[in-house]
């Protein structure tokens, strides 16, 4: 008991000393951080798309909005641009309504990203500046402008807070994505070495497909992001090869919940304007417009119309016989514009890892001699191709020169005449012995002969011959016209006249061979006898 009570009266005493020691040890206070004016500021913009990717030809302007003092602890931003002066109690935020004053010197000149490493501003005087996007590359959304101030309060790892004099801002981003793209999806067939690369017959219909991505902050009714003026496609072939047909033209909106037609809804014009380098064309090509007017209050077209959703326009065009030499490549361009551009729209062009088509139609031509390599006219063919169809011709010229192809059976194939110009389907030079094809799809085709010139005999076997991007109707060689593949007919026996001494020799022959045959039996016969 006695040591219990000398305990509780020694637990007393340190309980006493510790309340007296409270009372007469100050408790230590952090002190407040002040800021170094002999400190210099730099600024790291760390510019990247969505998917995190930094992004290329961007570029920044500093200017710088007001100066920071710090007296008795308190902080102090003077505007240097209309002489407000504010104390530590109000953001530097105060300052945004300059953001839009044109009245702000720039602090240097711009400084672009170069899409490997970050932008930085070093070297910069204590202040609040306002940081301004003043280039932005096509395709890329614009990033807002903001305010930031050199130095900025941050927290260590301890939780004490500290002057920063280098920040590092990472502006929000958006790129029109290269989900922007275009092939054809029926009517042609793949030629070439190329994905991009297709080809069809003169007169054939061929479908193509648009597909874009809505950029993630479009503009959507009662939404708070990006509230676009303007998003158009604009579809640009480059010659007269193809001819649209402006009534097929289908445009949906398709996400995950499936597609919804918006063709109604969306404004469609026949030619494109000058838009991305191209030269305007009333006639050639159309636009699609997804976004009603300029007022960017204004909700896009059709509310399925949202931010990461795919337009995808399907249409159809017919191949003319001004493809014939003269390739077709139909170009998809987008362009954006929004009210923080400055009047300047951005451009879209698709993934160069999904080219544009390109679009042919191929010819081959042959050439009829004889063993002595002379030319011969009136032989006749007929073409088949790998599907066991034959090439017919539907002429809407009399010498051939217009017109379309089409994929037939024997009975109606067209039949071509070697020298006869009005056999040669949009024929570009004439010769005798010569037989062209031309303005047809990429393929394996039998040329078959149905009729040997007078005193020739008709080949025993198709030619069979390769259409395609290495084939040619004709080579011109200065005077000399070079053609793919030589067709040969020789010469038949000539059979005498009815009535003449040959046919009393054939009788006799035949005659002699009759009876030889006959004794031969007879002998056979007696042989066996006599076994």
Known sequence: MRNKSLFKRAFGMLLAFALTASMIIPAQVKAAPTIDDTQKGKLTIHKTDQDQNLIKGAGYTLYKVADITQTSGKMEYTSNVAGVTVTSTTSPSVFESYIQTGSLQPVGSEQVTDGTNDLVFSNLDLGVYLVKETTTPDGVIASNDFLVSLPMTDTDANGDQYWN?????????????????????????????????????????????????VPEDFYISGDTGRKYTQLDLYDIPSNDGIEIDMSSIKV??????GDTDITNDVTIEKGTPAVGGYTANANRGFTLSFVEGTDPNQAPVNAAVVAGSTIVATYDAVVSSNIVGDPVTNHILGQYDYPESGGHPGTVDPDPDTPEPVLSSYGYALFKVNENNTALNTAEFIVKDENGKYLHFNATSTDYTQGTWSRVDEADATVFTSGNTDKMPLAKLTADGRFEISGVAAGTYEVIEVNAPTGYTLLKTPVSIQINETSTSHQQQGDVTVYDTKITNVK?????GTGGKGTVLYLASGVIVILFGIFMVLKAKKAGKKN
């Open 252 to 257: 949906v909106i398709s996400d995950l919940t």
């Open 492 to 496: 038949g026996f000539e059979l005498p």
């Open 165 to 213: 004099y280098e920040i590092t801002a990472t502006p929000k981003n958006n790129v029109f994505d290269g989900a922007l793209s275009k092939t054809i999806s029926n009517g042609a067939v793949a030629s070439g070495n190329d994905d991009n690369a297709f080809s069809a017959d003169v007169g054939k219909t061929v479908t193509y497909t648009i597909s874009a991505r």
